[in-house]
């Protein structure tokens, strides 16, 4: 098919590369190797897919089937094609985008809904909207670096038979999905807008940047995640309003900041090219470009992200999104020489202009440093926060204590997980689902990430009388969140964050204080954990413990059941085999464990008759959606208020080929609560050869504290006083 210029269409403005960038581009082709390499990387697999030639089938399964994933590449390819085509000139790469374009304008007239009924937002190309939208991102994109090759006949064709009713389709079409404050919303308003900007429909990109006035949207209406979907905002800008703290945190977590950071960003690229006076990216003082930031904090010394809310695990820095995402904040942000590092390790950069400012700065590049940080959570900066607590030797320790994260929220209020580099040592379960595996619900989410991963049961933090928080009702969690009470990450070498709840249960505060300490004060690094539980009425407390490794022993006895039994029938303990137990005595129990050539040790306060309950994921799981993970449970019954204490100690090696372990028994020999009243808790914990004596302030946290503590007084100023006594 021969392609015939267009006269008069040498003025598209165009919105991903504009006329300077291009220039600036093809000025140092040839002086940026790894722009070079990822250029040549891009056009061998073009060139091997136009030479294997493309298919555009008629759409019927969900995600991992054929259909689904053939229409995934071919955008994905599309998009590539576009930008290879405007740096290079080479028509070919044109062409293939126009030919499959106009197999897509002879395709979608014919559709109605995906056959596919799984979905509050049914898609054409896909089962849901949301991969339509992903479609429609990457589709724009390349049709606006091809829009001046195009000829006019080719190009109204398009635009009136694909793009406009596409576009349509997601927004006047699909209010349910487009109106709302949620990812779903952010890909549609960047589909719709990206198009708009395009194709030069104004209306479009109005609807997309501010919303539809009139969406008949029911107040009572939910997705299928079970979030509400009304919203009293709307559009692109009341999505950066809404889903980021002022200090950058998104409110769904980091697994799903990964996936919106994308439509944010190049949506944002095609406003500042095309619409710069609204200086998208000082929008809301910078919230963008900061949230980059603020997500590259939440990844593990790995560079995989941590598993909050709904998540994959090992999704990580070197996602696609996240390639592009510090590219475009270093070029439209301050320069930052931490980002070039991060590009280093991806080894990969956007091919745009973005990409090349990277690609030509590498030298600059200097440590993007992990440090301690405590961001604040919901639009306001208003609902609780995210703590994580890094030492120098690899050790993080995070701390939950923010919203709901909307439909992809899990009940997990003041939850934490441990990772030693970057390894996993006390587990967030993280999501159930494969995603993009067909055989596993079309890859979509199991019912078990809400019968289970969702539930409080799933996670480190205590449960009381086998109800999850805010008894599992989103609508609930979403109007409540925890408080800090206080922190200091000043100090390596010993850091410490408390916050506390009053909402997850009616009636009963919960508050937690994480202390990290390095090897300085004791033999090995330790982190310390005290639980505090208040109420008037008697309860059932659980505390799980979901530790990663192999169990090496315990300082107590237990018994092992001869059946295998749940050890609850609803919000979680369904899901999980009770393997062995034990009363307690009252003393300190000890449990050992195994992890990448590391052995660790749980050191815990009890109280008689207080229960010890060795479980493993499972039960009520005939299709095997669950993995096979184990976890602790510290049960204290019949219990009003009370205090939970632990140390977790990180200590010796062992190595498989040497066959050689070293130190395999940890230092901390007990931990006792010595005072524990409503203003003050007193902590003691011993090794053979030292003694730590904690003090916490429970209320008052600034001011100055003195209590008489057996006959001696204790003084200080702040929320706590660590003293430490050579033996």
Not at 214 to 240: C, P, R
Request: glycine residues 8%; aromatic residues 12%; hydrophobic residues 35%.
């Amino acid at each position: 098919m021969a392609n015939c210029k267009a006269i008069g269409q040498n003025n598209h403005e165009h919105i991903m590369i504009n006329k300077a960038q291009l220039s600036f581009i093809k000025e140092n082709l040839g002086k940026a190797p790894l722009f070079d390499k990822t250029l040549a990387e891009v056009k061998a697999n073009l060139d091997a897919e136009i030479a294997a030639g493309f298919d555009v089938p008629v759409p019927k399964d969900l995600a991992g089937g054929y259909t689904h994933e053939t229409h995934k590449k071919n955008y994905v390819l599309m998009e590539q094609a576009g930008a290879v085509y405007r740096i290079t000139g080479d028509e070919k790469y044109a062409s293939f985008v126009r030919d499959m374009l106009l197999k897509y304008v002879e395709l979608f007239p014919t559709l109605g809904l995906h056959p596919a009924k799984k979905s509050y937002s049914r898609g054409k190309l896909f089962w849901q909207c949301l991969n339509d939208a992903n479609w429609l991102v990457s589709v724009s994109q390349a049709y606006d670096n091809i829009y001046e090759w195009l000829n006019n006949g080719d190009r109204l064709l398009i635009e009136a038979q694909l793009l406009k009713p596409y576009a349509e389709f997601l927004s006047t079409g699909n209010p349910q999905f487009f109106n709302r404050i949620h990812n779903h919303s952010t890909w549609a308003c960047a589909a719709v807008g990206l198009t708009g900007l395009a194709i030069g429909d104004e209306q479009l990109v109005k609807n997309a940047l501010y919303g539809l006035e009139n969406d008949g949207i029911k107040a009572n209406a939910y997705d299928n995640d079970g979030a509400l979907i009304k919203s009293e905002t709307k559009g692109f800008l009341a999505q950066i309003d809404g889903l980021f703290s002022p200090d950058g945190l998104y409110s769904e977590g980091p697994y799903y900041h990964r996936y919106a950071i994308y439509p944010f960003l190049l949506f944002a690229v095609g406003i500042e090219n095309a619409k710069p006076e609204l200086e998208i990216f000082k929008y809301r003082d910078g919230s963008l470009l900061k949230s980059v930031n603020t997500l590259l904090g939440e990844s593990n010394e790995k560079g995989d992200f941590f598993p909050l809310n709904d998540a994959q695990k090992g999704m990580s820095i070197y996602n696609t999104s996240l390639i592009s995402a510090v590219d475009i904040a270093y070029y439209y942000g301050n320069k930052n020489p931490g980002l070039l590092s991060i590009a280093k390790t991806q080894d990969a950069i956007k091919l745009d202009a973005s990409g090349m400012a990277v690609a030509l700065n590498l030298s600059k590049a200097k440590p993007m440093i992990r440090k301690s940080m405590v961001v604040k959570d919901g639009k306001n900066g208003d609902m609780g926060a995210l703590g994580i607590l890094r030492s120098g030797n690899g050790k993080e320790l995070v701390f939950k204590f923010g919203s709901q994260g909307m439909g992809h929220g899990h009940f997990d209020k003041l939850s934490y997980s441990f990772y030693n580099n970057g390894n996993e040592v006390v587990q967030d379960y993280g999501m159930a689902r494969f995603v993009n595996i067909e055989q596993k619900n079309g890859g979509g989410y199991l019912k078990e990430n809400t019968t289970f991963a969702k539930q409080s049961i799933a996670h480190n933090t205590l449960v009381i009388n086998e109800t999850s928080h805010f008894e599992g009702n989103t609508d609930i969690g979403e109007l409540h969140a925890p408080y800090l009470n206080f922190n200091d990450i000043s100090d390596t070498n010993i850091q410490v964050i408390s916050a506390s709840d009053s909402n997850a249960y009616d009636g009963i505060k919960m508050s937690r204080t994480l202390f990290m300490l390095d090897g300085s004060f004791f033999d090995n690094p330790i982190t310390i954990d005290l639980l505090k539980v208040n109420s008037e009425k008697p309860n059932q407390y659980d505390l799980p413990l979901y530790y990663k490794g192999q169990w090496i022993a315990t300082n107590f006895e237990y018994q092992i059941p001869e059946n295998l039994s749940k050890i609850g029938s609803a919000n979680g303990y369904q899901h999980i085999w009770k393997e062995a137990e034990a009363t307690l005595d009252g003393s300190n129990i000890q449990f050992t464990w195994l992890n990448h050539g590391t052995f660790y040790t749980y050191t815990a306060a009890s109280l008689k008759d207080d229960e010890f309950i060795a479980g493993r994921l499972g039960a009520t799981d005939p299709n095997f959606n669950l993995r096979r993970d184990p976890l602790l449970i510290h049960r204290r019954k019949n219990s009003t208020t009370t205090s939970f204490a632990s140390v977790t100690e990180t200590h010796g090696s062992y190595s498989p080929v040497n066959e050689k372990s070293i130190n395999p028994y940890g230092s901390i020999r007990s931990i006792t609560i010595e005072l524990d009243t409503e203003d003050y808790t007193v902590l003691r914990i011993k090794t053979d050869n030292k003694e730590g004596l904690l003090a916490i302030a429970n209320k008052d946290f600034h001011n100055k504290h003195l209590i008489n503590f057996k006959g001696s007084n204790l003084k200080w100023e702040g929320p706590f006083n660590f003293n430490l006594i050579e033996k």
